[in-house]
């Protein structure tokens, strides 16, 4: 069974652009949620989508945004860079059944590494 | 959402056990007590998870306070590949609110 792809891997964008990161979860998943992660903060919730909806979001600036596909793959975008969004972007996919939450389990995609210079 | 306390580090010989804290006092009652470990350079990874009960799989054993107020990650024999940072993490839904973690060194 594959696991969680994220692409690209490694990218270096420049203050002001826009990225976009690319998560395929695992086959049957239906959510995917993002991460980030930074040496100052630790792993921060982005947001989480199910059946392309987005249904947690974060404490984060409205220029960090997603969507899910019909094939749960998702993307996350990040408009307008910054300096402090240098970090390791984190997707992880779980069957969410709905009947007990708190037992779903993640799983982890080896991240897309963002520098902005 | 629960807060957790750990230490911040720790250190174990190799294939000895090692008992990783975790503190979680105001964890609700429908929250599940989630263990993930992040190896250098790696996503994090599932290690185990509970309610109420102790819980044992072929990675570690949890053991889980009978007030949920805290829990223990036991790893049975420590080996190099665990070095890792360790989370406990109390939950009920897909946010996962990752703390900072015991970085746990195993020394050959």
């Known amino acids: 069974k594959a696991g969680v792809t994220q692409t690209p891997r490694y990218l270096i964008k420049t203050r002001g652009q826009q990225v976009t990161l690319s998560c395929s979860p695992i086959?049957?998943?239906?959510?995917v949620s993002w991460y980030q992660q930074t040496p100052g903060q630790g792993l921060q919730f982005l947001f989480e989508?199910?059946?392309?909806?987005?249904?947690n979001k974060g404490n984060f600036p409205g220029r960090f945004s997603g969507r899910q596909f019909s094939n749960s793959r998702s993307e996350m975008n990040v408009s307008t860079l910054e300096l402090g969004d240098s970090a390791l972007y984190l997707c992880a996919s779980s069957i969410r059944d709905r009947k007990s939450s708190g037992a779903n389990v993640l799983t982890f995609g080896a991240g897309s590494r963002l520098t902005v210079l | 959402d629960a807060k957790t306390t750990q230490p911040n580090s720790m250190e174990s010989n190799e294939e000895e056990p090692v008992h990783l804290p975790c503190n979680h006092s105001t964890i609700s009652g429908t929250d599940y007590i989630h263990w993930y470990r992040q190896l250098p350079s790696q996503g994090p990874e599932y290690v185990i998870h509970g309610l109420t009960s102790n819980v044992n799989n072929r990675m570690a054993s949890l053991a889980i306070a009978e007030d949920r107020k805290s829990s223990t990650l036991i790893l049975h024999r420590a080996t190099l590949r665990d070095a890792a940072v360790y989370y406990c993490?109390?939950?009920?839904?897909?946010?996962?609110?990752f703390g900072t973690g015991t970085s746990l060194t195993v020394i050959p």
């Open positions: 993490i109390p939950n009920t839904g897909n946010q996962f609110y």
């Open positions: 086959s049957g998943h239906r959510s």
């Open positions: 989508y199910f059946s392309e909806t987005q249904r």
